[in-house]
């Protein structure tokens, strides 16, 4: 069984796959994924390179991460450029991975936060949503990240919203509380679906 986790910036969906992990399951992280793919050596940074230039390798050889982000957002014609470039190698990535997982055990979790917008969703026999009040996302990042409300509240307004993502969900938990509370939804949500 292939399922997915996902949730908005400071959901708690991290907390989630944590709890996970120490129960068990292997948990395959998106960021992960998408950071590999970026060393040097694998055939997408050797593209980035060749599309966006040699100026955006660091001087230790890898990616200037702050250069490209910086590029992207300015021009988002050559984030499209970039994402044509990334998807695919996340997607043969994300696949390969969760193969050799799926052979060796019976339930691996897939953790990524662009679940439902990437429609990497529809690859997953469950998924579960880590939802949170937009306000309580909101003083999360300013504790965690520091920062303006303002700030904080377009990153939370950058995303679907959890109202957008449930209807996606096989099963919602509620993150608004403390941690006990959550860690107990995680314990009944595991004993639904994993036998």
């Known amino acids: 069984m292939l399922i997915g986790l996902t949730g908005g910036i400071a959901s708690g969906k991290s907390t989630v796959a944590t709890m996970l992990r120490q129960k068990g399951l292997p948990v395959v992280d998106a960021d ?5 793919v970026l060393k040097p050596g694998h055939p997408a940074y050797e593209e980035v390179l060749r599309n966006f230039g040699p100026e955006f390798a660091a001087e230790d050889g890898t990616l200037d991460r702050a250069r490209l982000r910086q590029e992207i957002f300015s021009f988002p014609e050559r984030r499209y450029q970039l994402n044509t470039i990334m998807h695919p190698a996340i997607a043969r990535e994300r696949k390969q991975r969760l ?3 799926l052979a060796q055990h019976p339930v691996v ?3 990524a936060a662009l679940l439902i917008e990437t429609g990497t969703y529809q690859e997953m026999d469950i998924v ?6 937009p306000s309580e996302q909101i003083n ?3 504790e965690r990240d520091g920062g303006t409300r ?7 307004n950058a995303q679907l919203s959890t109202q ?5 969900a096989h099963f919602v938990l509620e993150n608004n509380g403390d941690l006990a509370a959550l860690q107990e939804q995680v314990n009944e949500l595991l ?3 994993v036998h």
Not at 32 to 36: E, L, P, V
Not at 128 to 133: F, G, H, P, Q, R
Not at 150 to 156: D, L, N, T
Not at 164 to 168: C, L
């Open 128 to 133: 579960i949503l880590v939802a949170c009040e």
């Open 150 to 156: 303002e700030a904080a509240s377009a990153a939370v």
């Open 191 to 193: 004993g639904k679906i």
């Open 164 to 168: 957008q993502r449930r209807p996606f």
């Open 109 to 111: 979790i897939y953790d």
């Open 99 to 101: 193969q050799e997982l």
């Open 32 to 36: 992960d994924i998408a950071q590999n």
């Open 140 to 142: 999360r990042i300013i």
